[in-house]
């Protein structure tokens, strides 16, 4: 399963969540797959989906799910300190793991050799981890949506490789502005 097959897998699991997913293929990937006023597509901002996931689920209480890549958790791996310190139970990070840069020319970044980010997270304080593939990764994340007492991080191990997507063709501000609509 590529990260394609697994976005259209979870797909039935985020319809009443706040999506704040990934900068580059992922999004339009999302977007391709079922555009929906609650994904905020990340369009500039490499590393930070989990940060900014973080900050609006300290904020308000409904379920947030960020999708990121194991290249941008990388990038910024600072965020799972604050994850395993300060996250709120309606917090979900969702690490697609392919083992590359996806969005960049699919280099290999270091989970494709002796970086764990399951082991990192566990490390960071981060109590709910898991590492899993394929149609499981629906299945953990509907059972971290139900648990109303932890965050969770789960790992989804998939295969490296990007489908041919078009850019998505909002502009930052009505990304924004669509979405803000679900938060207030």
Known sequence: ????????????????????????LPSQELYKINDKPNYFYMLGS????????????????KNVI???????????????????NRAPNNFTLLIIDNGSYGSTGDQRTFTSEKTSLKEVAIASGCKKVIECSGKKTAS???????????????????????????PIPLNPITIRDRFRKLIN
Request: aromatic letters at 4%; proline letters at 0%; one cysteine or more.
């Open 46 to 61: 490499m590393g930070l989906s989990s940060s900014i996931g973080l900050g609006l689920a300290i904020s308000q209480k």
């Open 140 to 166: 953990e994340l509907l059972k971290a949506f139900k648990d109303k007492k932890n965050s969770y991080v789960i790992i989804a191990k998939v295969k490296s490789g990007n489908i041919k997507v078009k």
């Open 66 to 84: 960020s999708i990121d890549g194991d290249g941008s958790v990388l990038m910024n791996m600072s965020t799972l300190s604050t994850i395993g």
């Open 1 to 24: 399963m590529n990260r394609f097959d697994l976005l259209k897998t979870i797909q039935s699991q985020l319809k009443n969540k706040l999506v704040i997913c990934n900068i580059g």
